[in-house]
């Protein structure tokens, strides 16, 4: 292959194939259907025209050379490779042009339509080749030379959503060929070319489910240079609308045409006159070179500047707050401290029998209190003198006399109680046994229950 590329111009209207190549300048010809495929993979110049589809193939069995083989000999070589492309300079690339590759054992495509904007400007986009076995790389450049045309773009576009194609089943040349020539039939225009491809995910599509063999769907403009059909005009019918706007099929006369191939909705089809469309034109400034021209060192304005007084905001801000505080705190003051009576002026306005009175509740308050403190109770037996029948001894009382006995509890808690235990003990006036409260005692830890035995049979 040559280092120019090959420019194949398919033309489905006459039936035949017209491939011109020359090293300084490619002319093309072109009769009906015009579609520009590229399979140029290094270094390679490509002339697409502006408002046709251009295509670019990105080959894995060509750029399978650039990396070593497998070590063992005789294995055939199926390297996972996968392609970055970008504007040189750029990360990213042109906006007119985009890039697909589903798998790394798929060929990449670049794709789009530039526009006459582009016209004379070379646009080098750099083509980097990842192999995802060795872990090599291996870059080449594309160089795009985009030629304007006065035939281009055609006046009438037609823009149909076909349902069960994706974008890369779309781009091949034989389906494409053969939805162009299914639009040719219903259209019969002189001249028809595909203008752009759109994937649905770019439109705001969401992925389909991984059932029923479900596609993302694609959106494909053709242009020609004939009025709509009536046949693509039926879906502007007011029965139609009505079906569409119901999520209902429309009665198109000529779908059987396209139903073999290809599933249309019909109900997303827009149909374009560009000599009836209004073009707007955004008056833009001129951007410039972005660089100050050189007028010498800069000199602020001061003398235009005036001084700012901020003496009002001072007494706004803080003087005015202040003074209504120290108004308040000196009224507070005046009033807590220099307005107190004392209690000599309070008794002296006081009536004698009122203070009397109020004299003898306090007297009769004290003396309730003190009698309440002195007053005597009956002990409880865990605090009276214990009798210990084995020694003779009289135990304390656990509380002195000098206990004070208004907080004692009538009760005894379970921990004081833990080491006493109760016996019977006989009166002297006849043979009833009352109980005594006896100390437990304990002898290296073990109670001595033999001892409250021989005090039961005293």
Known sequence: MDSLGVLVWLLLGCGHIQAVGDSTHRSVSHRSVVTILSRSHAD??????????????????????????????????????????????????????????????????????????????????????????????????????????????????????????????????????????AVKNVWQPERLNAINITSALDRGGRVPLPINNLKEGVYVMVGADVQFSSCLREVETPQNQLRCSQEMEPVISCDKKFRAQFHIDWCKISLVDITKVIPVHNSRPDPGTGVLPDIGEYNPPSESLKSRDYFADFLVTLAVPSAVALVLFIILGYSMCCRREGVEKRNMQTSDIQLVHHSSIQKSTKELRSMSKNREISWPLSTLPVFNPVSGEVVPPIHSDNYETTSMPLMQTQTNLQNQIQIPQQQPSGGNYCMSTFRRLEVNGIPEERKVAEALNL
């Open 44 to 181: 390679r110049n490509v002339y697409p025209s502006a408002g046709v589809l251009f295509v670019h193939v990105l080959e894995r069995e060509y750029f399978k050379g650039e990396f070593p083989p497998y070590p063992k000999p005789g294995d055939t070589s199926n390297d996972p490779i996968t392609f970055n492309t970008n504007l040189k300079g750029y990360p990213d690339r042109p906006g007119w042009l985009r890039y697909i590759q589903r798998t790394p054992h798929s060929d990449g495509v670049l794709y789009g339509s530039p526009t006459a904007e582009h016209v004379g400007k070379p646009t080098i986009i750099e083509i980097t080749a990842y192999n995802r076995r060795t872990f090599e790389t291996a870059r080449h450049n594309l160089v795009i030379n985009i030629m304007g045309t006065e035939e281009f773009p055609l006046p009438y576009q037609a823009e149909f959503y076909i349902k069960n194609m994706n974008v890369e089943e779309m781009l091949a040349s034989e389906v494409l060929g053969d939805f162009l020539g």
